[in-house]
């Protein structure tokens, strides 16, 4: 499956803990959008889509959820817990988040703008696509 863990340097002190993203360096593409999303309770799934070009980079700041994956011949389920750790997602890669704490802060990081037409938002029509 096309993913990659990410592991951010922490640049810690007495002070607290501090985490530092550059384009190109620790993320593998140009950065052209950055959401997050928060009170999403736990019963919750989101996502349930694909995307035909889209990249991204997905960093759980606080809290926890589950991110579960899907390219059409593998599936795999990945605990977002840690601030300091990103999990980049490339195209064709079907999507569910769910299992979030009320706390969760899910940041995206993403390689295109916002754009309805590159999401795949049918499971059939995601297998379609990437036969
Ligand atoms: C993804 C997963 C991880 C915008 O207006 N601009 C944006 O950049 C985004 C991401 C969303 N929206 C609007 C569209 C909807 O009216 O915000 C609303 C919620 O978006 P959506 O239902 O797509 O949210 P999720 O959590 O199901 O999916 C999001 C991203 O859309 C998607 O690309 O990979 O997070």
Redesign the pocket.
Known sequence: MKIKRILFDIHGDERGQLVAIEELKSIPFDIK?V?Y?YNTTSKVI????A?KK?Q?V?ICLNGFCKLHLDDGEEKQTIDLNSPNEGIY?TNNIW?E?SDFSDDCV?L?L?SEY?DEND?IRDYQDFLNYIK
């Open positions: 959008r959401y999303m989101r996502g349930k889509h995307h889209l991204q997905m997602i999507r988040m899910l995206v993403a916002y999401y």
